[in-house]
C-alpha cells in the first residue's frame, strides 16, 4: 500500500485535479481525464470568462465541451476497487497548489522555489530552509503558474524589470533586447510601485473623503430645501397678496374717478341743455302767438296786428352742441387692458420657467430649434439617415471620404446649426448606451494627436453630456458625474440660455420634469451633439410636429 492510500502504479488511473481515483471518470477532448465534479466544478468557476481549460495541459475549448464517461478508465477502477483500495477525500481546495515531490496523496504546497520551478509542502520545504546549497534560492508564495516567472526566451529567473518597456526580463534579456534600457531589480520597482500604490491610495482616500463632504453638504441642502420652499411660499403668498390689494385699490380708484367723471359730463351736458330747453320755450310762445294771429276776423286788425309778429327773428340753425355717444370713457378701458396685457406678460414669462422640478413644454416650444447633424463629423461607425436626423450605431465602417472635423474613435456627430441665444430641442433615444449634450466646436476629433477623453463628450472642459443607459441617466463634465434618479423616458428634452449660462435637461412624458440644471458661463458658441454606442443603439432629433 503506498503513502496515504493511494496504492502503488495507480497514479495513472487518478484525477488529476484532486488526485484520486474517480468515482465518475469522464474525459474531454484532450484525452485527459477527471472526476466529473471535480470538472464541472473547475470549469463553472470560468463560465463568465467563457474560457475553458485543461486544469493538466492547458489546452482551451470553446465552446465548453460536452463530457464523455471513459469506460475503460471506470472499468480499470472498479477493478482496483476490488482489491481492497479506497479513495481518500482531497486534502487541499481546487484553488490551491500540490506539492510536485509528494507521491501518492499530494499535500498542499507553503512555497514555491523560482529556481528550482517546483512547488514544496512544508515537509519537502526543509531542505531550502537547512541546507545551504538552497541559499540563494528565491521562495514565493505557491503558484501554479511558476512559468510565468520564467522567460520564455531563456528559460531563467526575471529578477529585473525594465522601465522603458514596462515588463519583468531576466539577465539575458537585459544584455540582448533591453541594453540601454532603465533596467532596475524587480525587489526595487516593486517598492517604487508600491510606494505609488500608496499614494494613489491616499489620493483615492481624499477624493473619497471629498465626496463624503459633497454628500453631506448636498443631504444639508435637501434638508434646508424645505424650510427654504416654505419661506418662499410664505414670501410669496405676501407679495401675491399685496399685488392683488394694490390692483383691487387701483380698480376702486379706477372705479371711483370714473364715477366723478361721469358727474362732471352730466353737468356739462344739464349746463349745455338749458339754453336749447329756454328757447323750445319761447319759440312754442310764439308759434302760439302766430297761431292766434292766423284766426284773427277782422282784416283791418289782422293787417295791424301782422307786421309786429312778422319782425320777430326765428333761428333756424343749430347752436352747435358736439356729442360722443357711447365714447366718453374709451380712454380709461385702453388704458386697463393695456396694463393687464403687460401684467400677463411678465407674470407668463418671469415666473412660468423658473419652478426647479415641473414645467410646462408649450412654454419650452416657443423656444424651438430644428437641428440637422452635420456629415462632416459623424464617426465612420455611425450611420445617418432620416435627412440627417437620426444617427444609428453600426458595425460596418461607412465609406465617409476624409474630413478633418470628423471624430475618429468615439461613435459622436455633432448638428450643424451653431446655438446662441435661447434654444430648445428634443431627443428621441432607443438602444442600450447613448449621450445628449453640447460641446464647443474646437472639441478635439482626432485620437491620434490627443487623450481619448479629449475627444468625448462630457470628459473634458469644452463639453457637456446627458448619458441615458439601462442603469439610469448620468450627467458629465470634465469628467466630474452627477447621478439622476428618475423613471427613464425614451425622449429628453434640451433647453439652452446661452446668455444667462442655463442648461437643463428633462424628461418628456404626460408631464415635463426636470432631470438636470447646469449654471455657468459659456464662452463661445454651442453645438449639439450626439454619442451612441453598442449597436444597434439610435438617437433622432424629433421634430415639432412630432
Avoid at 497514479?11 to 464541472?40: A, D, F, K, R
Avoid at 296786428?305 to 380709461?332: A, C, K, M
Amino acid at each position: 500500500m503506498g503513502q496515504d492510500g493511494v496504492q502503488p502504479g495507480t497514479e495513472s488511473l487518478s484525477c488529476l485535479i484532486c488526485l484520486n481515483l474517480p468515482q465518475v471518470p469522464v474525459t474531454i477532448p484532450c484525452g485527459h481525464s477527471y472526476c466529473i465534479s471535480c470538472i464541472n466544478t473547475h470549469w463553472d468557476k470560468v463560465r463568465k470568462k467563457k474560457k475553458y481549460r485543461c486544469p493538466h495541459c492547458d489546452k482551451s475549448f470553446t465552446p465548453r465541451p460536452v463530457l464523455l464517461k471513459d469506460t475503460a478508465l471506470a472499468v480499470s477502477v472498479e477493478e482496483q476497487k476490488k482489491t481492497g483500495f479506497k479513495a481518500s477525500p482531497c486534502s487541499f481546495g481546487l484553488e490551491d497548489v500540490a506539492c510536485d515531490v509528494c507521491t501518492g496523496r499530494k499535500q498542499k504546497a507553503s512555497k514555491s522555489c523560482l529556481q528550482c520551478l517546483v512547488s514544496y509542502c512544508e515537509k519537502h520545504l526543509r531542505p531550502h530552509s537547512h541546507s545551504s546549497a538552497f541559499k540563494r534560492h528565491t521562495l514565493v508564495e505557491p503558484s501554479k503558474n511558476l512559468h510565468d516567472y520564467v522567460c520564455s526566451q531563456h528559460s531563467k529567473v526575471m529578477k529585473l524589470f525594465c522601465r522603458t518597456d514596462q515588463r519583468c526580463i531576466c539577465y539575458c534579456c537585459h544584455m540582448e533586447d533591453h541594453k540601454g534600457h532603465d533596467v532596475v531589480p524587480a525587489a526595487a520597482a516593486r517598492t517604487e510601485k508600491q510606494n505609488e500604490l500608496v499614494i494613489s491610495r491616499q489620493c483615492l482616500q481624499q477624493t473619497t473623503h471629498a465626496r463624503v463632504r459633497d454628500v453631506i453638504h448636498l443631504q444639508w441642502e435637501v434638508e434646508a430645501i424645505r424650510p427654504s420652499v416654505v419661506k418662499a411660499v410664505e414670501h410669496s403668498e405676501k407679495m401675491f397678496a399685496g399685488l392683488i390689494h394694490l390692483v383691487e385699490n387701483t380698480s376702486s380708484d379706477v372705479m371711483q374717478q370714473v364715477r366723478s367723471q361721469q358727474e362732471t359730463e352730466v353737468g356739462r351736458v344739464k349746463q349745455l341743455q338749458d339754453k336749447p330747453e329756454h328757447e323750445i320755450t319761447e319759440l312754442k310762445r310764439r308759434d302760439a302767438e302766430l297761431q292766434t294771429l292766423s284766426h284773427t276776423k277782422g282784416h283791418d286788425r289782422f293787417c295791424l296786428n301782422h307786421p309786429s309778429l312778422s319782425r320777430l327773428s326765428v333761428p333756424t340753425d343749430s347752436l352747435g352742441i358736439q356729442t360722443r355717444p357711447l365714447r366718453y370713457f374709451e380712454d380709461v378701458e385702453t388704458a386697463v387692458s393695456e396694463e393687464r396685457d403687460k401684467l400677463e406678460d411678465i407674470l407668463r414669462e418671469k415666473l412660468t420657467l423658473s419652478p426647479p422640478g415641473t414645467t410646462i413644454r408649450a412654454v419650452l416650444l416657443q423656444y424651438w430649434c430644428d437641428i440637422t447633424l452635420d456629415p462632416n463629423t459623424a464617426s465612420d461607425t455611425l450611420l445617418l439617415s432620416e435627412q440627417n436626423r437620426r444617427a444609428t450605431a453600426v458595425c460596418d465602417q461607412q465609406p465617409y471620404p476624409f474630413h478633418p472635423e470628423r471624430f475618429t474613435y468615439w461613435n459622436q456627430v455633432l448638428g450643424k446649426e451653431t446655438l446662441t441665444g435661447r434654444h430648445y430641442w428634443e431627443v428621441e433615444v432607443k438602444g442600450t448606451f447613448a449621450q445628449v449634450g453640447v460641446t464647443y466646436k474646437d472639441i478635439k476629433r482626432d485620437n491620434s494627436r490627443f487623450c481619448r477623453n479629449q475627444i468625448r463628450l462630457g470628459y473634458n472642459v469644452n463639453s457637456w453630456s446627458f448619458d441615458i443607459s439601462q442603469s439610469g441617466y448620468t450627467f458629465k463634465h470634465d469628467q466630474a458625474e452627477s447621478k439622476v434618479t428618475d423613471p427613464l423616458t425614451p425622449r429628453i428634452g434640451v433647453y439652452l440660455d446661452h446668455s444667462a449660462g442655463v442648461l437643463s435637461f428633462f424628461r418628456v412624458a404626460k408631464t415635463m420634469t426636470l432631470l438636470h440644471r447646469v449654471q455657468t458661463t459659456f464662452t463661445q458658441p454651442l453645438y449639439a451633439g450626439l454619442g451612441m454606442y453598442f449597436p444597434p443603439t439610435t438617437a433622432k432629433f424629433c421634430e415639432l410636429a412630432c
